[in-house]
């Protein structure tokens, strides 16, 4: 079982505000993981590269609230298959909350020459 398997689905960590392009879940995902190290680094800008797609997320560092979901900002400048796009989505608390809750990567093992 890989590790993509035991990942929650992308509309548990995110919540899409505006996209101008369909978004598959492997984009949602690229998208999850740039917004994801943005906020636990407090970094403003990251550059993404996935199945593909290419682009950059943006912190635009405000919380928003609409309705029961609420959570970090960002936005997304994306280039794919279709065409350029722009992405509005919000890191969802809820997916906040799993994302600390997963272990860390055991690491790599060593190999003696």
Request: charge should be neutral; hydrophobic fraction near 35%; aromatic fraction near 8%.
């Amino acid at each position: 079982m890989s590790s993509d398997d035991q990942s929650p689905p992308y509309w548990l960590l995110i919540s899409v505000l505006f996209s101008n392009q369909p978004l598959s879940p492997s984009l949602a995902m690229t998208l999850h993981q740039a917004a994801y190290e943005l906020h636990a680094r407090g970094d403003g800008a990251k550059q993404v590269a996935g199945d593909m797609m290419s682009g950059r997320v943006v912190n635009l560092r405000k919380e928003v609230s609409f309705g029961g979901i609420s959570g970090p900002a960002f936005e997304a400048e994306i280039e794919t298959e279709r065409g350029s796009g722009a992405v509005r989505f919000v890191l969802t608390r809820q997916g906040l909350e799993m994302m600390k809750q997963q272990p860390a990567e055991p690491p790599r093992p060593k190999y003696l020459n």
